[in-house]
């Protein structure tokens, strides 16, 4: 049983990441097929799966669309129940959900000012106070997962889960802008860059160039960080 996912650009589409995570991080059989974002071209070559119009969208094996990513991520857990891709006690998998629900439809300062970029960090960035205020809030929402861990590990509820993959991409903004968090959020935040996976997926991003490169902001910029 093998999957189709549709992604946009690696290094810019932060939905796209989280649909990959969702498949590679549970060593689900998948395709992966890049469409252009950017280029211009991706109305057309979504056609084929209509009505999908926007990344990512996953194709079933047996040929089901599905698009956005709460109804990606609890399609597949429906269908792989043995992987346990949210969490397995029942507190922590409801607020699972439900922060994963807030990342798909809050934060919208973090990614209107913030919009991710793998590529290297952007110093000097001046977060607004919208920005901030979201930071805040997301911070709350980590502490209290920790609360619900149901085992031990550095994730959002111990093991991984689908939460992890939807907060992997604010993981990235914070650190592409040196955004400023507590030393606990931070460590997720590096964890999560570490992550075999992840690095995978911006190592492929970084394959392709841009001229001139979207998304500058700050005075400056450097390195991305060494993940071990």
């Not at 269908?79 to 006690?89: E, G, N, Q, V």
């Not at 960090?121 to 901030?132: C, E, H, I």
């Not at 690095?199 to 500058?216: C, S």
Request: aromatic share 10%; hydrophobic share 45%.
């Amino acid at each position: 049983m093998t999957y189709d996912l549709f992604i946009g650009d690696r290094t810019f589409s932060s939905w796209s990441m989280r649909g990959w995570l969702m498949l590679e991080k549970f060593g689900i059989s998948h395709r992966t097929h890049l469409v252009g974002l950017y280029a211009g071209t991706m109305a057309q070559e979504l056609a084929a799966i209509a009505p999908a119009r926007l990344v990512p969208a996953l194709r079933t094996p047996e040929g089901t669309v599905v698009g956005e990513t709460m109804a990606i991520a609890d399609t597949l857990a429906e269908r792989h129940p043995d992987l346990a891709m949210w969490p397995r006690d029942p507190a922590a998998r409801a607020t699972a959900r439900w922060l994963s629900a807030e990342m798909a439809s809050g934060f919208s300062a973090l990614r209107g000012n913030c919009p991710m970029q793998l590529q290297h960090v952007n110093t000097g960035f001046a977060a607004n106070d919208a920005t901030l205020a979201d930071l805040h809030r997301i911070e709350e929402l980590w502490a209290h997962a920790a609360t619900l861990r149901d085992t031990k590990g550095p994730w959002l509820f111990g093991e991984y889960s689908l939460a992890d993959a939807f907060y992997a991409p604010v993981c990235a903004r914070i650190v592409g802008y040196d955004l400023p968090v507590s030393t606990t959020a931070r460590r997720y935040c590096d964890t999560t860059i570490a992550d075999p996976a992840f690095k995978a997926w911006r190592a492929e991003g970084l394959k392709v160039t841009y001229d001139p490169f979207p998304y500058m902001s700050g005075t400056g910029t450097a390195p991305w960080p060494k993940a071990d």
